[in-house]
């Protein structure tokens, strides 16, 4: 490798745990296990339920198919709940897919880089990466592919951001490289490696149970349930092992300083804070707005340099390196706080400076180019890639006509004119409806500086299509009119007075017209940089579809939607070829094996028994209490008949207007028809004793 070897004394300056670190290190191993195989324990607990829970509606849907339930409901929504939790457990032992626009780095491509990479694990004592990646990001990584559900490993893989490797020194980035290695150097941490599978495993089931929420496959419940408890033991399991996963961090640190020195340490994570906060806006305030108009630099990273490079970028991140600012941060960051960081790298013993020298890490530059490719190939149409030169000016450009367009739009809802101008707007501002415009254009908490800017945008852009001036980019603060002649007061405090008070409206007007401006001109809305039509650089999707994981997951329920569908119609026609066989206008038939054997049963009717006696007693005139009784359902439909010795089935259905079918099933006789003298059997009930006809003898 270019700069020469290591000497044998770094490696010797590696941090190493004495014996209460190594106990200390059993313990959180013994910790780190137990709580990956509580995500498990967890996982079998709710799909043991949950298929009790099938297996009993299946039995009552087949065992009284008329009083079976919503049995399809509980299958349907138990199937896409158990796969989603099934599926989400699972994947960390699938091989893990890179980042959004990751390319895979060919040793051929970058021999120096795989050399100092493999040079800096065997210092650590830990294995070298089997691949490495470049991808769009601030960050490095190192990963493990996970085996038996994420308690064995397998080969590793590094991940390392192009803004690292092209903006960090050489001692930098050899700190960067140790503090990710460190994670898996030594037994001290190799247990971080299981809490990681373990908090994985867990976000991937949270995922796709919330997808699968979200989708309506989980319109039982079941679904909801599963996010609700593996949300409760997610929470629980970062909790507990927050603690290990912080020292885990400052022991990371701490062999990184170890290897190049705790100067070279601290600057390196001072620089990576600082480049992430760069690399954001770079990206968000103007390579995406250009981008959605149809362009982008065809040097992305270089183009990044570029503004790096601008002097008061240099002084904003400088600021940014000596006083580290951390927002939004969760409670369950598994970094500790930056300023803590900080604080236990410089108080690690000085030890001998890294002051090794390397020299080109990627002398060819074709796998950033594809890093970049990648990244604009996630757009919904290629974009044309332009100059840095003229990139810059077009972004300018794009920023000040959309400013300028949505303060003409503002105007035009007054209903002052059709095809409002600047002169348009300016009569607006003389007449004192700065107030009714500014809400117009936007509802921001300080509409009247919007206001301001929105006619510097407008105004600069009147004199843009005059040729009195051009639009400059400028990385602080967007855009910059730069006039080819200044007369009377500076140009932009005329545009801020004007926007302030109608009364200054005049001045701005001779102002313009000494450059040489017709106010009552239609503004020209277009990009005259690249000779394109202007558009809306912000609230659009530039994406080409959905990000790969949530495409996959959506595959996902597709698939399960239709094994489900099918589970269904199979367990739908076993249930309806069940219900055929019953009687579907009894849902609970009594059968006479239920009846106690001293049960009163009503007396046998014989032939032309009247239906009332002739000797009953008057009916009284007023009403009588009846007497509270609370009878079984069995009494109010059914009646019991004792056989006498002759009686037959048929005989018995005749006499109570039924059929021997009817008998057969209420009695559970099956097929039988033989009756045994002082048999009880049911019989539908009726109002009492009735007239008989002799045709059923």
């Not at 006083?323 to 941060?329: A, D, K, L, M, S």
């Not at 101008?421 to 501002?429: A, C, H, K, Q």
């Not at 000779?531 to 949530?550: E, K, M, N, Q, Y």
Request: hydrophobic share 45%; proline share 7%; charged share 20%.
């Amino acid at each position: 490798m270019s700069g020469g070897g290591r000497p044998a004394e770094h490696h010797s300056r590696a941090w190493k745990p004495g014996p209460a670190g190594a106990l200390l290190a059993w313990l959180r191993g013994v910790l780190a296990v137990a709580l990956l195989a509580g995500v498990y324990v967890l996982a079998f607990i709710l799909v043991t339920v949950n298929t009790a829970l099938v297996a009993l509606a299946l039995w009552a849907a087949f065992a009284s198919p008329t009083s079976g339930g919503n049995w399809s409901l509980v299958v349907g929504g138990s199937i896409s709940a158990v796969f989603a939790l099934l599926y989400g457990v699972a994947s960390v032992s699938r091989v893990e897919e890179p980042p959004p626009g990751a390319v895979l780095v060919p040793r051929r491509e970058a021999p120096a880089l795989w050399r100092l990479i493999e040079e800096l694990a065997g210092q650590l004592d830990t294995r070298p990466p089997t691949r490495i990646y470049l991808t769009p990001e601030v960050n490095a990584a190192v990963s493990e592919e996970a085996r038996m559900l994420g308690f064995a490993v397998g080969e590793r893989t590094m991940y390392l951001g192009v803004p690292l490797l092209t903006q960090l020194t050489p001692a930098e980035l050899r700190a960067v490289l140790c503090h990710e290695f460190g994670h898996y150097a030594g037994r001290h941490t190799r247990f971080g490696a299981v809490t990681y599978r373990g908090a994985a495993s867990l976000h991937s089931a949270l995922f796709r149970l919330r997808m699968t929420v979200q989708s309506g496959q989980g319109m039982t419940g079941y679904a909801w349930f599963y996010q609700a408890v593996v949300g409760a033991y997610t929470k629980i399991f970062l909790w507990v092992s927050l603690a290990v996963r912080r020292r885990q961090e400052l022991e990371a640190d701490a062999r990184a300083a170890a290897m190049v020195g705790p100067a070279v340490t601290a600057e390196a994570l001072r620089r990576v804070h600082a480049l992430g906060h760069a690399w954001t806006g770079y990206l968000d305030m103007f390579v995406r707005p250009v981008q959605r108009l149809g362009f982008v630099p065809e040097d992305l990273f270089g183009t990044f340099t570029v503004m790096l490079d601008d002097p008061l970028v240099r002084e904003r991140l400088a600021d940014l390196r000596a006083h580290p600012v951390e927002t939004n941060r969760s409670w369950l960051d598994s970094h500790p706080p930056l300023a803590h960081r900080l604080q236990m790298i410089e108080t690690q013993p000085a030890g001998d400076a890294d002051t090794a020298e390397e020299g080109p890490l990627l002398a060819d530059r074709a796998p950033v180019l594809r890093v970049q490719r990648k990244m604009f190939a996630q757009a919904t149409s290629r974009p044309t890639g332009l100059p840095q030169a003229t990139w810059a000016d077009a972004a300018a450009e794009a920023f000040a006509v959309e400013l300028a367009s949505l303060l003409l739009e503002a105007a035009r809802g007054t209903s002052v004119s059709a095809r409002p101008t600047l002169d348009t707007v300016l009569d607006l501002l003389e007449q004192g409806r700065q107030a009714e415009l500014a809400r117009r254009l936007t509802d921001a908490p300080e509409p009247e500086q919007q206001l301001a800017e929105a006619l510097y945008a407008l105004v600069g852009q009147a004199l843009a299509g005059a040729g009195r001036a051009q639009w400059v980019l400028s990385w602080t603060k967007g855009y910059l009119l730069v006039a080819s002649e200044e007369t009377g007061q500076e140009l932009e405090e005329l545009v801020a007075a004007a926007a302030r008070n109608g009364s200054a409206v005049r001045a701005l007007r001779r102002d313009l017209a000494d450059r040489g401006v017709d106010v009552r001109a239609p503004v020209p809305l277009l990009l005259r940089t690249v000779s394109a039509p202007a558009g809306r650089t912000t609230g659009v999707d530039i994406a080409a579809g959905l990000p790969d994981f949530v495409a996959e997951e959506v595959a996902r329920q597709r698939a399960v939607r239709n094994f489900t569908v099918v589970v269904l119609v199979v367990l739908g026609g076993a249930w309806g070829i069940a219900l055929i066989g019953s009687d579907g206008s009894e849902r609970y038939p009594p059968t006479a094996a239920n009846i106690p054997g001293n049960w009163p049963s009503s007396p046998r009717p014989t032939a032309w028994t009247p239906l009332l006696p002739t000797d009953a007693p008057p009916v009284p005139s007023w009403p009588q209490p009846l007497p509270s009784l609370v009878l079984p359902s069995i009494l109010l439909r059914y009646d019991t008949v004792v056989v006498r010795r002759g009686d037959t089935l048929s005989e018995i259905a005749c006499e109570h207007h039924t059929t021997v079918k009817k008998l057969q099933e209420i009695n559970d006789m099956g097929k039988r028809t033989a009756l045994n003298a002082g048999q009880r059997l049911l019989v539908p009930a009726g109002l009492g004793p009735g007239v008989v006809d002799l045709s059923c003898k």
